[in-house]
DNA sequence: TACCCGTGGCC
DNA sequence: TGGCCAAGGGT
């Protein structure tokens, strides 16, 4: 697939169908726009549409963020889910006033050095706000170019040299580099989906090589699957924080007691959340922290 | 590399 | 209905 047809077709798909998003309307600043990608890491658009809005009104720049209790800052993060992007995003923010004066840097390696940015959100930001040429590579834009270019039905593990094959597909112009990694995303999330494509409505149908090759079954190696949830840590984990987000005081250990059955897997579950810093036990009780 | 990390919605 | 999936990152 060469980076020009590809821009040619994706361009005018993309300006019809993209959807309004609260990040994309004009003015949305950097702090705004890394804040929206991090709450979207593992994160449905339609539950960050409406959480972003309030946490940027609420805390509007790096130094905001900076200097709020962690406790609200969990609060708020709220049941967006994975808590532990709520604290590095905290850490960031205080990374960016430390060692950078509270301006949102745009050059990706500075932007990798941030907690809990890695290779997808330092180049979105990098690409979707400072409209630099940097390959995009996340989940939707992996299962479009397996199916479209590579002619598979289906992404096989992310690996990094992605990045590189991502790269080959931009076209030269900066701009237009941009547009075709928001819009191979916007394809891939409502068109081009893991499920059900509806490659009758895809502006890639006509150049695409898995159409092309009767849209086979994809047999190649697949991503893990994720571990099963009833019942795992991670349950117990988040039961404990929905609990500690509820009230204001620490909880004795007794009470937590009577959130889980089994009294091992809490005290585990609790350890491992002080671990993160996501809880500070404090003699018999559990808090959020300060 | 494989595995860990929450929560909700989908068919 | 239970497994799959969702703008990933850290280790």
Redesign the pocket.
């Known amino acids: 697939m060469d980076a020009d047809l590809l821009h040619a077709r994706l361009a005018p798909w993309y300006a019809e169908h993209r959807r309004d998003?609260p990040?994309?309307e004009p003015g949305f600043t950097a702090w705004g726009t890394l804040v929206?990608?991090i709450m979207?890491?593992?994160?449905?658009?339609?539950?960050v549409r409406t959480a972003i809005v309030e946490w940027l009104g609420r805390w509007p720049t790096p130094a905001a963020l900076a200097d709020a209790p962690t406790h609200e800052v969990l609060r708020a993060w709220g049941?967006?889910?994975?808590?532990?992007r709520a604290l590095?995003l905290q850490d960031a923010a205080r990374a960016i006033v430390e060692r950078h004066d509270g301006v949102v840097p745009s050059d990706v390696p500075t932007l990798l050095a941030l907690?809990?940015?890695?290779?997808?959100?330092?180049r979105?930001v990098a690409v979707f706000h400072f409209r630099q040429r940097h390959p995009v590579v996340?989940?939707?834009v992996r299962?479009v170019v397996a199916r479209a270019v590579v002619g598979q039905g289906d992404a096989g593990?992310a690996?990094r040299a992605d990045l590189a094959r991502v790269e080959a597909l931009l076209p030269a112009d900066d701009d237009e580099a941009g547009t075709v990694s928001i819009a191979l995303?916007?394809l891939?999330?409502l068109v081009c989906?893991?499920?059900t494509p509806r490659c009758d409505a895809c502006p890639l149908l006509a150049d695409c090589a898995w159409v092309a090759a009767g849209r086979p079954a994809y047999e190649g190696r697949r991503a893990?699957?994720?571990?099963?949830?009833a019942g795992?840590?991670?349950?117990v984990?988040?039961?404990v924080?929905?609990a500690l987000r509820a009230v204001d005081v620490p909880l004795p250990r007794a009470e937590l007691a009577g959130l889980w059955p089994d009294a091992g897997q809490l005290d585990r579950a609790v350890a491992?959340l002080a671990a993160d810093g996501l809880v500070v036990v404090e003699g018999d009780a559990v808090r959020l922290p300060h």
Do not use: K
Request: glycine share 8%; net charge positive.
């Open positions: 998003l990040w994309r929206s990608e979207l890491q593992q994160t449905q658009v339609a539950r049941t967006l889910g994975y808590p532990r590095r907690p809990g940015i890695g290779d997808y959100t330092a979105a996340d989940t939707n299962r593990p690996a995303m916007e891939g999330a989906t893991a499920r893990p699957r994720q571990a099963a949830f795992s840590d991670r349950q984990r988040g039961t924080l929905r491992s």
